[in-house]
């Protein structure tokens, strides 16, 4: 069994305060994500998969509960911590992209490397390796307001990328993307998943998307609610997926 | 329905346009300040130094007017740049371009007209508060001055109107030129600012030519008279804008060359930030550079006209504080002063003359201004020690040798013995003479203070005890003693016009600095709000973006004011043919600016903080 990257445990959260109307987000979210994993998470709208997300991305807090990435528990920590956690620990993929539009492509990738006073003389093999990864070696001088949403998209996971970090974290890479630069992105995630063995963490709505996970968590009501495996081909798993969303849809069928 | 529509949005953009409107309101409110000086005529002409004040005033009105259009275009662009995103989008939905256009129009005009309204009421207020205060704090008249003047009144309305009239057209024209998808996606775009070297070259070159004839006027102005006013008027407003429009992308451009520099920590960031927005950037740097010119440079030229007067004061008396005989109050009050020498002199006095003891003004005689060959002016110099006659007159008297020289000086002007004792005749005795003369014997008390203006209250004083003393001599009323105090008071009467007219136009332009500046940044930093989210989503500490923010206003604030002090500098040369030494005490007015520069720069560090950088994080 390989080590662990990320194991959530008991986790709960509680929006607002005591006094006021409280709302239950997550209710005893507890699993485990080995290293090199690649992982979904599923769930109708409003289930809880960004609070899931946000709190294991040290962006919120838990209520209660604990969340260890690489061994380190992080609900311990505090702000100036976590956020040295973030930059060196966890890369993020965001559904808006979030690129800063006043720095270049290149600036955008190389900025975690920044932040982690790398050697300068270090950042531009590392920015361009990674680039090179992904496709995007030509446009590294353009802005962001220059290039397409996929290139975006390649973008931003290039800066996810870049510090080589422990987990990757994307909420709905996909979402604004067409099939076409969705499915490209996809089997990016995966190519660095299988050859790099980068963990990642995805959530998404998309079942074609989904299907290039090796396992996916469906939530409802902030709770577990199921887990599937893939276990042969990709197109067998979207099937798979299918049936699931489609107990979401009836529950009274199951 | 589309008015009633943009209505709504613009109800919810409510704080935004408080940010344009408390910008455009202060703008107008400032040049309907300067305006109650430019044009009331009689009030600038009776009470100014300078010969051409009126036309002094008129090239004013026309820098101010100049760089009120720099500003007031910057700030409705900003109008223009919160409502791109929402016609785009009622554009989408089928509004036809006219109409849209028409509404850009109609809004800015709108909004135009409010702050002209609310500006002026604000105008009149800070003209009459500011008017009040320093005549309070300059004991001046200030005779015929008006804070609500009826010409001022109408050519800010008139200049308003116009200049609104003309940025709602462009506003206008801006938004219909545009194709509906550049409208959706404003704000995102970044300023293209091109750098090439030949250009930014050509461009410095220009400026450094513009502004180097400039200063030149300025220097030569008492030979180039009205004509170099205009030419340094010609020729620095566009050298200064020029060097912001040409040297700072350059600069910029080049700070993020440097790789070791910009792949450091945030600094791509930083200079990312300023980059970005460098068109608009590039114009509100050149305004503020300007008004800060303008500003200290009132304010500098006010303060050098009221230490001018001390030392007018000073150039005609060596002593300071000339006291005939002594009473205890008057003894006690020049203890409390700081006396860096003090004498003493016999006299006797009767009904013909007044007789002063040869012996005690040789054992200390007393310092005089005197004129030297060859030197800059009158300088104190102490009277040959030695008189050989045994008496002296200090007027031809028949059989008796006059005062030579400086000891003529000595007793006429240090002594101020003409105006203390007025018909009698003055002598000057020695020893034996002295004593045959019948009078009551008295002395006098010679001082000279470390700092004759420290103590002016004081000075005043005994000024007016020893103008009852000089009644009693001479049984008439004495109006002035023509001690250095009097002079001072009379100098200072002439001069208040002035100095008042400099501080007020210091303080007007100095506010309207900072209101451009609060302004470029509140414009910003929303927009600017979703980049530092971002940053701290991928784990940038907050320390690491407060040092950013610091940095990134610090340079701001840094360009214009290097440029708006050396046009001070050498504008004060301007002045050297009125004011002795236009220099003295020049570190108080850029003391003063630095500390409330400072001050400003903190505040505004911690306004912006509040707005990009949430709390809880
Ligand atoms: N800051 C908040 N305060 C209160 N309630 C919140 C807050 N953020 C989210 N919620 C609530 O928590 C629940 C889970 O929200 P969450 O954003 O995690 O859903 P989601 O699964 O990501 O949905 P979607 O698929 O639409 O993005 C929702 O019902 C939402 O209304
Ligand atoms: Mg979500």
Redesign the pocket.
Known sequence: MKQSVLDVHQLNKI??KKSEKQ?H?LNSVSFAMAEGEFVGVM??????????LNVISTLDTATNGSVKIAGTDITAMKQGQLADFRSSQLGFIFQDFNLLENLTVYENIALPLSLQSVAVRNIKPAVESVATKLGIEAILNKYPVTISGGQKQRVAAARALVHEPALILAD?PTGALDSKNARSLMETMVHLNENHGTSIML?T?DPLSASYCERILF?QD?KLYKEIHRNSTRSAFHQDILDVLAQFASPDMD | MLLKLSLTSMRKLAKDYLVLLFGLTISISIFYMFETLAQNKVFLEANSLISSIVFVFHVGTFILGIITVFYIFYATSFLLSLRQRELGMYMTLGAKKRKITQLMFMETFFVGLTALIIGIVLGVGLSYGIAELLMWQLDFQGGGFQPLYSSSLLITVLFYVALFFLTSIVNAWRVGRKSVLSLLRSGQQQDQVKTSGLRTFFGVLLSVILIAVGYYAMVHIAELMQFGIILATATIIPGTYLIFISLLPFLVKRLKQNRNLNETGINSFTLGQLRFRMLNLMMVLGTVAMLIALGLGAMTAGTSFYHNIGIQASMFHANDVVLYEPNETEKQTLATMDVTEEEDYRYKYNDEGVYFLKTDLEAAPPDVMAFEEGSEGFSPTTPEAKLSADEYALYGEEGVTELPGNWWTAVSTELGAGSMFGNRSIFVYGESSYQEVDGEEQHVTLAKLNDFTAYLPELEKLDASQKSLAETYTGNQVEQLGGKYSNYVALKGFASGTIFMGVFLGIAFLMMMASVLMFKLLSSAGADVHRYSMLRKIGVRKTLLVRSIYRELFLLFLFPAIVGIVHVIVGMQMFSFIIIEPYTKIWIPLTLFFVIYGIYYFITVQMYKRIVLPKQF
């Open positions: 929006y607002g709302f987000a769930g109708p709208s409003g289930a809880g998969k960004t609070t899931l709905e959530v709505h939530i902030g």
